[in-house]
């Protein structure tokens, strides 16, 4: 067992342990909302994000803000004494859980010696998490877990991380004896709706090198991600009296489902896994008269990244080729590209990560993300920036869990990344 796990809190911020932490993050409601034009999204973020400044400035760290008009909470840890010319690191987490479960409540509760079997979420409604449909359930037993009610997401996605950084910050601060170098904490809001870093002031996030805090086993750590489009698509109909329809009405919801047709079937996230890509239909709506819907694309590769993309683009042209100029119009933007190539001519980000969980006694592995973080955009902004595990499981859906256990591990796992690079100011800067 590591040291950081049995030193005393010296802090007035009082939590029993980590899971006490999260579990005060995690009741807070911070449901951020897609289609909305401003950040944040929701104000309820607000909450959490004053709870956060709050505790900083009472912890003692340095440079204390957060961003009144969006959201955003950054705080600085000075280099502990003799560590002044360690590269400067970030750590970084989101505040905002996904819509995805509607309910503003979220209820955690903890399972202490979590023993194999089903969860009883909510017994009134007869929600269940059972372990043998989820079978990384089950190779939690013997550890503390936290659920929720099964009427809403947990939000360990990304709280767990939030709550981890938040325990790093209170055990450098608060402990002597940690060998460490500047370090910068940021707090975003909205990285559920893929607008993480849109307003992030690099002013106040000025570091070298960073880390999200954002993955799933404690053991991960992630560097390669989705390149990622979004595509909206609007299909303009002719509505007539159906009874006298043949050879006038154009019915869009019709038109709509040509188009979804000619995707790929077999393409979609339920039927890919590791590197395939996908595209995916996350709305639609419409009447005869004009159909709408929104899809993600997404590929590693960014040659087939492309493809995808001109792919759709030539079915729109071809269905307006046969039903008229106009009647489908495609808006088509890139949201976000794979970071690896920023990471690898950095690749002691990774490895200082892997030699961090080999020493808490765990086989690292490095794994795609099927999706993106704020580390995505960030890295492409001239902070590279790879993505660690926190310890967190079956991720925006009622049946999300997170282990205690792993989440103090991935305390220990930060602590000693930043230990690591104390005498190293010349790490390919």
Known sequence: ??????????????????????????????????????????????????VLRDELLELGAADVSLDEQYCYV?????????????????????????????????????????????????????????ADDFPVL???????LIVCDGTTVLGGDDKAGVAAIMD?????????????????????????VGNGPLNLDYDRFRCDYAYTVDGNEVSTIEYENFNAAALHLTVHGRNTHPGYAK?????????????????????????????????????????????????????????SFQARKQYVTDCVAKLNEQYGAGTFE????????????????????????????????????????????DGCQISYKGIPCPNLGTGAYLCHSRHEFVNVDEMKTNVCILLRILASYVGKRDCQL
């Open 138 to 144: 089950k190779a939690q037993a013997g550890h503390d």
């Open 330 to 373: 495609a808006n088509l933007r890139d949201q976000y590209y794979n970071m690896k190539e920023k990471i690898e001519p950095v690749y002691h980000l990774v490895e200082n990560a892997m030699d961090a969980m080999r020493a808490e006694g765990l086989e690292p592995q490095a794994k795609p993300i099927r999706g993106g973080t």
């Open 247 to 303: 050879g006038l009405m154009k019915n869009a919801l019709t038109l709509f489902t040509e188009f979804n047709a000619m995707l790929p079937p077999k393409e979609v996230p339920e039927c890919t896994e590791g590197y395939e890509g996908f595209y995916h239909i996350i709305h639609a709506s419409g009447t005869p008269e004009e159909a709408e819907a929104d899809y993600i694309i997404r590929d590693f590769d960014m040659d």
């Open 74 to 130: 950054y705080g600085t840890i000075p280099a502990a004494a003799g560590c002044e010319d360690a590269p400067v690191l970030g750590l970084m987490a989101h505040m905002d859980i996904v819509d995805d479960v509607p309910g503003p409540e979220v209820r955690p509760r903890r399972v202490p010696n979590y023993d194999g079997g089903d969860i009883v979420l909510n017994e009134d409604l007869g929600i269940v998490t059972r």
């Open 1 to 50: 067992m590591s040291n950081c796990r049995s030193k005393e809190r010296r802090s007035s911020v009082q939590y029993p342990d980590l899971g006490a932490r999260f579990m005060r993050y995690a009741a807070i409601n911070t449901q951020s909302r897609e289609g909305v034009d401003t950040t944040p999204s929701t104000e309820c973020q607000f909450e959490l994000a004053r």
């Open 168 to 192: 790093v910050a209170e055990k450098l601060l608060t402990e002597p004896g940690h060998r460490h170098g500047k370090i910068i904490v940021c707090f975003t809001p909205d990285e559920e």
